[in-house]
């Protein structure tokens, strides 16, 4: 089993501890390290063996790291971070997942509190403590307390984002075996669930044995859970994957019970028991005949789909329903009478209204950003760097004299790209619902997109309406604000803002980033019913990120979304005539 995250998680630790200690620029250092060594091809303890120096030559390692590497692979511990774990007896990483807490703020309030655990650090804001601390305060308490309530949670959950990519490995990997003749990654991850509780990998096979041995040796586990005859767990980094291997000749029953969710399973087992029929992991099956003690077993009665996930459907009379629907919120209905929505496909995206550049907090220029979005396949791009104003800390966001200087220069990029490119901003709104970019350049660019950027919590429906009507605003970016696993976001009448929207013609983000995918699913669904448009827009801040798009077209799909409601599916001249 490979041990790169284990190791890569040791120097984390760390580093968390370094910093928690005032210490400079180190845990920089082993940050990197661990990131490097994290990704790196091979397995470190090969490269253990291979000696010191094979380790020290993994990019941005070095002596001093590959040394400690070497100790940890062969004592199982390293000296140094046990003495520095004896000074600092705290659990880093809960107490590190409340938002706004760093391991600098550990470090002080363990040194003042003796804070070890969230129950401490809980039990000391409850009683005001932490605001007595020299550089914390009132509202620094507030924020904490509130933090600790998600913070709980988040532990349990993975981003999509982290946990899709570590399953499509898995399914790779076991589609490549002989043994294999179908598989399929099914639950939450299938129905594009923003966060994910557990991977859940489907096989169909007549050798489970060798599919479980296969699963359990996954080079990329870094831990058995438990192994079975036809069942197994593993943990990948941190994100756990149930596999369970079926007949091939069951395999469509299994993959829709597996599927989900739970409701969805619920809603189809109860239009199959009016029409006298049962459905389970195994088929729909015919039960009118039979007593119901005779019923009760799993492979009684006639057997009339299981094949295929269609033809489980089509034997209770329904069209098949995509995976991201099965929430039980109509669609059991929907697909009973003919009234499925025809969902957007990645593939119907033509552009991308919402990317940065190393004029602000990006990381490449606008000749670059273009290129990646022209490689990426996209008819169109705009770049929306972020201007001053509310929420803009360190100088990241450009005044209006430097907006100016970029549109100059992006209409200079313009002419020579291949693709369509607008200039445009992303713009603060405020906490009244103004916008922190004057209104003649606003008139000056192509697309603004406005999106709240400070004071995130309570409603924000007013606010956001107000943005809706500016005229100069075409996009409200990110509405809710939302962090996923670290901050809620703000509260936000979806109808009465997509109402108002619709009619002013601004457009609502479905913010593609997976740590953000906001707007929700759900508030898609009402915003596309109360007539808004939405675009599905990456933020990229590199090249690479374009590749977010496909969580934001499922979670447009999640909201029932078809290609007509997305603003940038539509050809150039259709963009253009919507910003008008
Ligand atoms: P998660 O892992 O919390 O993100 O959510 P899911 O939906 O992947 O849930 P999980 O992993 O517990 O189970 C996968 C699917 O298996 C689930 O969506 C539906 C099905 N399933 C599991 N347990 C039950 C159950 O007790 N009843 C029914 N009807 N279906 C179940
Ligand atoms: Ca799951
Ligand atoms: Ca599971
Ligand atoms: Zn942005």
Redesign the pocket.
Known sequence: MRRNDEVARRLEEFADLLEASDVEYKPRAYRRAAENIREHPVDIEELVGEGEKAVADIDRVGDAISSKVVEYIETGEIAELAELRADLPVEMDALTSVEGVGPKTVGTLYDELGIRTLDDLEAAAEAGRIREVKGFGPKTEGNIREGIAFARQAHE?QLLGEALPRGERVREFLSGMEAVKRCAL????R?W?PT???V?VLAGSDEPDAVVEAFTNYQAATDVIEAGTVKASIRVESVRV?LRVVDDADFGAALQ??????DH??AVRNRAIERDLKVNEYGVFDVSGLSGEEADDQRAGERSAGETERGMYEALDMAWPEPELRENRGEVEAAASGELPDLVTVEDVRGDLHVHTDWSDGNNTISEMVAGAAEFGHEYVCLTDHATGPGMVGGVGLDDDELREQLAEIRAVADDADIDVFAGVEANVDIDGGISVGDDLLADLDVVVASPHSGLDGDGTERLVAAAEHPGVDVIGHPTGRLLNSRAGMNIDVERLATVAADQGTALEINADPRRLDLTGRLVKTAIDAGATVAVNTDAHAPANYGYVRYGVHTARRGWAEADDVLNTREVDGLRSFLE
């Open positions: 959950r099914a639950g939450s991850l129905r669930r994910i509780g557990d859940d149930d019970y597996f599927t989900g969710s739970k399973n619920v």
